[in-house]
């Protein structure tokens, strides 16, 4: 098969030449609204074109190699004293997959446990190129299924607004869990 990106030949869908030069993460901050840190790993220009193949069969794969070399990265380096969970956001199955399940399968650590279907949405409205006010007007309205850590990190794809991390994480605090920070691939308001 062809590399995404340079189109060359190679036995993954982006060689590991492109996945050195494009794709080696950065770490990117910001904080939401409620206070909740959130990381990213890539600039939203970085990897537009990839992440436009989330709900195709090619963003199983796609998915998979920026999970590595970000969120598994990642894991791999951090240090906890205690148990923390790692809780996708929305990982329902579209497409054949959950790329939200995808992204926190590779935080499998020695200090991590990632966990599936605890954070699920009622409304699965699209936000994709709404306003900040409508997705204001049409929150997720998310229900948490019980789990026995305290600690959590949230895993997403995209960070825009912020406001799906918002609600999510204000949930999971009501519910008395500590919201350590959100991990997403990429921040659109990172230039």
């Known amino acids: 098969m062809k590399c995404m990106l340079c189109e060359n030949f190679s036995l993954a869908h982006i060689c590991s030449t492109c996945q050195t030069t494009h794709l080696t993460p950065s770490i990117y901050k910001r904080s939401l609204s409620n206070g909740v840190e959130v990381i990213s790993f890539y600039k939203y220009e970085e990897i537009k074109q990839l992440l436009f193949t989330k709900h195709t069969d090619l963003g199983f794969y796609v998915y998979n190699i920026l999970a590595s070399l970000s969120f598994q990265k990642f894991a791999q380096e951090f240090e906890a004293k205690f148990s923390i969970a790692s809780i996708p956001i929305d990982d329902n199955v579209k497409s054949g ?41 049409n929150p997720r309205e998310f229900q948490m299924k019980g789990f026995e850590q305290e600690s959590v990190i949230l895993v997403d794809d995209i960070v825009t ?21 959100c991990l997403t691939l990429t921040d659109v308001s990172v230039k």
């Open 97 to 137: 997959y959950s790329h939200t399940a995808i992204l926190n399968k590779r935080l499998q650590s020695k200090n991590i446990t990632p966990l599936y279907n605890k954070l699920r949405a009622n409304n699965s409205m699209t936000y994709s190129g709404k306003s900040k006010e409508f997705r204001l007007m």
């Open 161 to 181: 607004t912020g406001a799906t991390l918002s609600e999510a994480s204000n949930l999971l605090k009501r519910e008395k869990k500590n919201v350590l920070f």
